[in-house]
């Protein structure tokens, strides 16, 4: 193929508006001199694309009709003759990021590329093919080791945004540290707290997700469904029911972000790393705040070092898909699918087989 021609046509799934997804006949994307195309081998189900299917756009990544999707693994089918980077070669097994950051600009600069001025996203993994820009093929898109199967290198953005949250929280072994949210975010929170010597406590909304917590390495874990205080239910797993070191929330509620503040000792460190909707309030006790000295943080996204440990730890084995994927799918069933997580049956993830 040459690199400019778009080479027939190919099956996507196309977001028109809210909640209404169909699988279309689109022609293959053409790709630019320094862009690749890749051959989605799998792409993974996620709690964004959930969010965006149901308010059907989204202001920083998409327009509808678009394509949609943004965690994936293939193989380069054809490359632009300028395309370059650590896998830019026809036949390599990849993993492209959805986004890359411009280097050149000041958050750039200041080492806070997820906030990028000019941060560019790529969707369109729910199809049988993907065009990659070609600033993501030249920062963000890694080759896959050849033991690794594609369905482990399809979670590592996923993945990157979870080991950069945990370090900008900066929790220790041998703290403890409170997960509110079993979904597929919070199960990676806990499973690499846990390998790393940190006591989580882990809250929950189904019985599925709290065996699934439990299994992934909390130490305890329960569902909040049948506690009416879950504040104080984990204080009380605390020494002197102080209260924990960290809190992670991984749910986007305004309710749950008041519960992750009213759950850390003072001193303690919450990070909010579930959005909540635009304009929705939250409202916060400022004595607890200011007099328990509490730090409130948001981790927002991935940046490239953090896309480069994603793929290590996979490729090393301490993170798999088999722990955080429940079904597989073929492409045609994905708006029957996205049907079915909005009632949130307890499905983690699904891997869609374009």
Known sequence: MTHTESH????????????NLKIEEVPIPAVGDDEVLVQVKVALTCGTDLKVWKQGFHARMLVPPALFGHELAGVVVSAGPGASGPAARVGARVVPANSAPCNVCDFCRMGYQNLCEDLLFN?????QYIRVPGRIVRENMLEIPAHVPFVDAAMVEPLACVLRGIHETGIEPGQTAVIIGCGPIGLKFIRILASRGVRVIAIGKRHS?????????????FDVTEHDDPVQAVRRLT???????AAIEAVGSPTTWQWAVQMVRRGGIVNLFGGCPRGVPVQFDPTALHYSE????STFHHTPRFIREALDMVAEGRIAARDFITGEIPLGELPRMFEHLKHRNGELKTAVIP
């Open 8 to 19: 027939g046509r190919m099956t996507a799934a196309v977001l028109h508006g809210r909640e």
């Open 123 to 127: 969707n369109g993994a729910y199809a």
């Open 209 to 221: 997700q709290i065996e699934a917590a439990e299994r992934l390495g909390a130490t305890a874990a």
């Open 239 to 245: 020494a002197g029911q102080r209260g924990v070191d």
């Open 294 to 297: 509490i730090t409130i943080k």
